[in-house]
């Protein structure tokens, strides 16, 4: 999980995203804060990909991810990204947005959210960019309370952030160091001392007194603040406002604990109470999710920003509700743009399908499911079924002529979602020559 506050993108984000690591993470969420966002920049990035998205797609892409979703609030930006053999198994995505800039008027500030189901858990992702400066750090935390409350999701049983079985809450949340002089908090980042600086992180401070904020779990600041930095440089403000260093961009996570009979029966107005250690012991092998954070640093060594991007892995241990696609899709016989081809698909499970559910063709190594080389309509195209399978065509020249390893991947319009992918195959390209003499 990358979270960054940054104007331009680099040429080059391989280290941002830890590619030197031998251990490929499954999913990644990346979350920026400031993306440049001029009027007619922010229109062109509307109609197209902005240049983020293009640079993590086109990074991402050939290594086997796609990008799942996302969602773009004037400069905040969310992407989720996917290892391609999850995609099927991510369902029931929703995303939105808060306005908190201008009284709620302006998006500069507020937080943008992608929730879904993974393998059958509920996750929530919430990227957020808070009030700034040192005296606001109770605006913030209503800002943050504001956002829990406004957003919600059209389904039953989540209908809100804190419903969700994980929450990943992180963003610039503009929290500073109270109290500590600019010559005491750069003697102890000097000096690596950075435990001296904790009990006056307001984010701490707030945690303490703010039930809200207990429910998250946060790693240990044992890097250095990532505020406020001179472009392109390692060096804190030298302009003459001089902003104290502080962990603005943070990272934190809530696991929602199981209902027990318990907490059922104080819901129907009992007053009996268990301690939470005790609850988490008794649970913690029956519920079957586990999230556990690996790694928690800043990377000093990207200065598009006054921010430095701070990175955290995290591992997920879960039970896989299901393990069968919706959908089992495949290419029928040899593909090549010299015949019409066909489709075979079956449903596996019973979903709400519709007429305007699809199927894609795409390259192999495509980026998003808007990067197909061509589609199908399910219903319009269908020329053959039974009551296990069906078939679908798709018109010769609809095919690339210059042939190429692609997938099938079938679209749920209603879950908004690829619920079948099928087995590469080549579409084979045809060289003729003649000579009539």
């Known amino acids: 999980?990358?979270?960054?506050?940054?104007?331009?993108?680099?040429?080059?984000?391989?280290?941002?995203?830890?590619?030197?690591?031998?251990?490929?993470?499954?999913?990644?969420?990346?979350?920026?804060?400031?993306?440049?966002?001029?009027?007619?920049?922010?229109?062109?990035?509307?109609a197209?990909?902005?240049?983020?998205?293009?640079?993590?797609?086109?990074?991402?892409?050939?290594?086997?991810?796609?990008?799942?979703?996302?969602?773009?609030?004037?400069?905040l930006l969310l992407l989720f990204f996917s290892k391609l053999e999850h995609a099927p198994f991510i369902r029931d995505i929703q995303v939105t947005y808060t306005r908190t800039g201008l009284y709620g008027y302006w998006?500069?500030?507020?937080?943008?959210?992608?929730?879904?189901?993974?393998?059958?858990?509920?996750?929530?992702?919430?990227?957020?960019?808070?009030?700034?400066?040192?005296?606001?750090?109770?605006?913030?935390?209503?800002?943050?309370?504001?956002?829990?409350?406004?957003?919600?999701?059209?389904?039953?049983?989540?209908?809100r952030i804190l419903d969700h079985k994980v929450v990943f809450w992180f963003g610039d949340l503009n929290f500073r160091i109270e109290d500590h002089g600019m010559l005491f908090v750069r003697n102890c980042i000097t000096s690596q001392r950075f435990n001296l600086l904790w009990p006056k992180d307001q984010l701490t401070m707030m945690k303490q007194k703010e039930a809200t904020l207990q429910k998250f779990e946060?790693?240990?600041?044992?890097?250095?603040?990532?505020?406020?930095?001179d472009l392109h440089s390692d060096d804190y403000d030298t302009s003459g406002k001089k902003r104290k260093p502080a962990w603005c961009d943070r990272i934190l996570w809530r696991v929602k604990l199981k209902s027990s009979p318990t907490e059922e029966a104080n819901e129907d107005g009992h007053n009996e109470e268990e301690p939470k250690k005790q609850l988490q012991e008794e649970h913690k092998d029956e519920f079957p999710l586990k999230l556990s954070q690996e790694y928690y640093t800043s990377k000093m060594e990207y200065g598009i920003s006054d921010h430095k991007p701070v990175i955290g892995i995290f591992h997920l241990e879960l039970k896989k509700m299901y393990e069968t696609p919706l959908v089992q899709v495949s290419a029928e016989g040899e593909w090549?743009?010299?015949?019409?081809?066909?489709?075979?698909?079956?449903?596996?499970?019973?979903?709400?399908?519709?007429?305007?559910?699809?199927?894609?063709?795409?390259?192999?190594?495509?980026?998003?499911?808007?990067?197909?080389?061509?589609?199908?309509?399910?219903?319009?195209?269908?020329?053959?079924?039974?009551?296990?399978?069906?078939?679908?065509?798709?018109n010769k020249d609809e095919i690339p002529v210059l042939g190429g390893e692609c997938v099938l991947c079938y679209y749920s319009s209603s879950l908004q979602c690829i619920v079948g992918i099928s087995q590469p195959f080549k579409v084979i390209f045809y060289f003729y020559i003649f000579n009539p003499l």
Request: glycine share 6%.
């Open 107 to 159: 998006g500069n500030k507020g937080g943008v959210s992608i929730r879904l189901s993974f393998y059958g858990h509920m996750l929530c992702f919430l990227n957020c960019h808070l009030t700034a400066h040192m005296n606001y750090a109770s605006q913030r935390v209503d800002d943050f309370e504001y956002i829990l409350d406004a957003q919600t999701f059209d389904t039953k049983n989540t209908p």
């Open 1 to 46: 999980m990358e979270n960054q506050t940054v104007f331009t993108p680099p040429d080059d984000v391989n280290s941002l995203l830890q590619l030197s690591s031998p251990k490929k993470p499954d999913l990644y969420v990346i979350g920026l804060q400031e993306v440049k966002a001029a009027p007619l920049k922010f229109v062109t990035d509307l």
């Open 218 to 229: 946060e790693g240990p600041l044992d890097f250095q603040p990532t505020y406020k930095f």
């Open 336 to 394: 090549s743009a010299d015949f019409d081809a066909l489709i075979t698909y079956s449903l596996l499970q019973s979903f709400p399908s519709s007429a305007w559910d699809w199927i894609g063709l795409y390259k192999v190594g495509f980026k998003s499911v808007s990067d197909y080389i061509t589609y199908t309509w399910v219903k319009d195209d269908q020329v053959s079924f039974s009551d296990q399978l069906f078939q679908v065509y798709v």
């Open 48 to 75: 197209f990909e902005d240049s983020w998205s293009h640079v993590f797609m086109n990074t991402l892409a050939p290594l086997g991810y796609i990008k799942v979703s996302s969602i773009r609030m004037q400069g």
